[in-house]
């Protein structure tokens, strides 16, 4: 029964005249709440106000794995889950696939608009001017072990990067954190292909700046003893379309890692190396590796019945399908296909490439996998697409990591830019033991 009415208000306006609110009533006490509602959110801390006795804590919402909490407001990435849209900054990912560069999509993602000419200019030109790594960060990557992989030496020399670039720890400074935003998209690529080098034990190929980005990368990656790399332009673009796609995700695992470590002010390379950590694993950016595991260990189009069917008793999972927000087809999945089939002309046709297919077609007439709404994520087919272009299994990760950084980047700047924004630190549900007497070693059983 509903006892009493209590007013929250947020900045001293009577949320109880505000149209959009959500009427709680706490069955303890019977008293009744009136919860602002905007853009479709409720705010956790209002329900503090929610207590049986002035000295308890207030109710918290519980959440394990953020299945239900907006973390923060943003204007970068738009992406409804239901009906399979991404857009960055407004713009559809399938125009900015077709049309942009992706340099010019890292400049959108991280400047709210499109360059214009003059613009681009200067950003192609800042980018290229930051490419080279120090010889000490080359000999630092020199020495992992032959077989590291590629993407704990990723992570290792980003972190590094911040002992080179002190000031980077002065994150209030506009200016210094341009630089080092610059910094880190030129120098990404370079690290990427180090590692892969390193891995091969393959000298380091020195960046050439008369490239495109991704040429440039495709030059540092594959040069041999020619003097001059010549990047084939159907694998230069297929590239730069999915480093386009990789660019940015909202609020995923890695961007949540960014901004959580990243709300601690710590420089922006230690953050990145975290994000970087956290997109390393199988379900997150690990995945396209994953991917390419199971594919390999199918192996034959005839053995997809069998694998689906263990997929659905629990053992192991379809790799490459599913994700946490979209409950439709992945948008960047149709574009990779398209993506796919014009560096098979090239390459030729992965083997891969049927079994996939196969298992796709099968999955998406699957009871199980449609009433989940499980449909092809980003990962079901890049992979393909880079072992058509001879990159080992290991680096697949690597390839996610290059273009995701200015995602990384861009919201870890707008949460510094938020003043509703704090150091992360979400509260927990303590299970534990009471209170307890500590016990003398010849005492315990
Ligand atoms: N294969 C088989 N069953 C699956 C799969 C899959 N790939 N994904 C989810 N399910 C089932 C899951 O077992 C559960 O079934 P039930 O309700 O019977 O227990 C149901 O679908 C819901 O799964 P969930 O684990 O609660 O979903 P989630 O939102 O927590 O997980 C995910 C999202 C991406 C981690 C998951 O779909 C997955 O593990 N996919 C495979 C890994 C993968 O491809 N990851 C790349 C994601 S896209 C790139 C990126 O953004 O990082």
Not at 122 to 141: A, G, R, V
Request: charge should be neutral; hydrophobic fraction near 40%.
């Amino acid at each position: 029964m509903v006892k009493e009415s209590v007013k929250i208000s947020r900045n001293g306006k009577d949320a109880m005249k505000e149209r959009d609110s959500l009427t709680v009533i706490d069955n303890r006490t019977g008293k009744q709440y009136e919860l602002p509602i905007t853009n479709g959110t409720i705010r956790a801390v209002d329900l503090r106000q929610i207590k049986t006795k002035p000295e308890e804590f207030g109710i918290m919402s519980y959440d394990p794995a953020f299945m239900n909490t907006a973390s923060t407001k943003s204007y970068i990435t738009y992406l409804d889950g239901e009906a399979g849209i991404l857009r960055y900054r407004g713009y559809p990912i399938e125009q900015l696939a077709e049309k942009a560069t992706y340099l010019e999509v890292a400049y959108l993602i991280l400047n709210g608009e499109l360059p214009n000419k003059t613009q681009y200019e200067q950003w192609i030109f800042d980018i290229t001017h930051h490419t080279i790594i120090h010889e000490n960060i080359k000999n630092f990557m020199q020495n992992f072990r032959y077989d590291a992989h590629p993407m704990g030496m990723f992570i290792a020399t980003v972190a590094a990067l911040s002992t080179f670039y002190p000031e980077a720890s002065k994150i209030s400074d506009v200016g210094l954190r341009t630089i080092q935003i610059q910094r880190l998209i030129a120098k990404v690529p370079t690290i990427a292909a180090f590692s892969y080098r390193h891995s091969r034990g393959l000298p380091f190929i020195y960046p050439d700046n008369d490239l495109s980005y991704p040429g440039n990368f495709l030059n540092m990656m594959f040069r041999m003893t020619e003097t001059h790399f010549e990047p084939n332009p159907v694998l230069e673009h297929a590239l730069d379309v999915l480093f386009i796609l990789h660019a940015d995700h909202e609020q995923n695992c890695s961007t949540n890692a960014m901004r959580a470590i990243g709300s601690s002010k710590v420089d922006p390379y230690s953050a990145m190396a975290g994000a970087a950590a956290a997109l390393y694993g199988p379900l997150h950016g690990g995945a396209n590796e994953a991917v390419l595991r199971m594919l390999n260990q199918i192996a034959d189009i005839k053995n997809i019945p069998a694998f689906i069917e263990k997929v659905k008793q629990g053992e192991g999972r379809l790799m490459g399908f599913g994700h946490r927000v979209y409950k439709n087809y992945d948008p960047r999945a149709a574009i990779i296909k398209k993506v796919a089939e014009q560096v098979f002309q090239v390459t030729g046709r992965n083997p891969l490439l049927d079994i996939a297919l196969e298992l796709e077609r099968i999955a998406l007439e699957d009871e199980y996998f449609i009433s989940r709404k499980l449909y092809p994520n980003v990962d079901f087919y890049s992979g393909i697409i880079y072992q058509a272009m001879q990159l080992p299994t290991s680096f697949f990760p690597v390839m996610f990591a290059i273009p995701r950084t200015v995602g990384w980047l861009s919201q870890w700047q707008e949460m510094l830019g938020d003043e509703e924004q704090k150091i992360a630190r979400p509260r927990q549900v303590y299970l534990g033991a009471d209170k307890r007497d500590f016990l003398l070693m010849e005492n315990r059983k």
